[in-house]
């Protein structure tokens, strides 16, 4: 059964960098599709990019499209976000999830989800 496990978040100021790693195990990820998530308290949850299991990036919403980038290294059963020119208004838990081969836009379509890594953004 896949397992999925994000690390990397924290505190950073405005301006600063994060790279989360999503890291699986229990199964290998080259048949996957991941998208990475976030939410805020109070907020619904978003969806940030989507990387599929052949490496294309399929999806960046206009509120993070030239700041994050999606990689993956199937080799390592690892998925990256390199989060950049951090805003407040990233504050949130992010969240990988994984479905078969290609991405989608729903939530309810991926099949597995990481425990979540709080990033937090303020001065």
């Known amino acids: 059964q896949l397992q999925l496990v994000e690390s990397g978040g924290g505190l950073v100021q405005p301006g600063g960098s994060l790279r989360l790693s999503c890291a699986a195990s229990?199964?290998?990820?080259?048949?996957?599709?991941i998208r990475w998530f976030r939410q805020a308290p109070g907020k619904e949850r978003e969806g940030i990019s989507c990387?599929?299991?052949?490496?294309?990036?399929?999806y960046f919403p206009d509120s993070v499209k030239g700041r994050f980038t999606i990689s993956r290294d199937n080799a390592k059963n690892t998925v990256y976000l390199q989060l950049r020119s951090l805003k407040p208004e990233d504050t949130a838990v992010y969240y990988c999830?994984?479905?078969?081969?290609?991405?989608?836009?729903?939530?309810?379509?991926?099949?597995?989800w990481g425990q979540g890594t709080q990033v937090t953004v303020s001065s």
């Open positions: 990387i599929s299991s052949n490496g294309g990036s399929t």
């Open positions: 999830a994984a479905r078969n081969y290609s991405c989608t836009t729903s939530v309810s379509t991926y099949d597995y």
């Open positions: 229990g199964s290998t990820l080259d048949s996957y599709a």
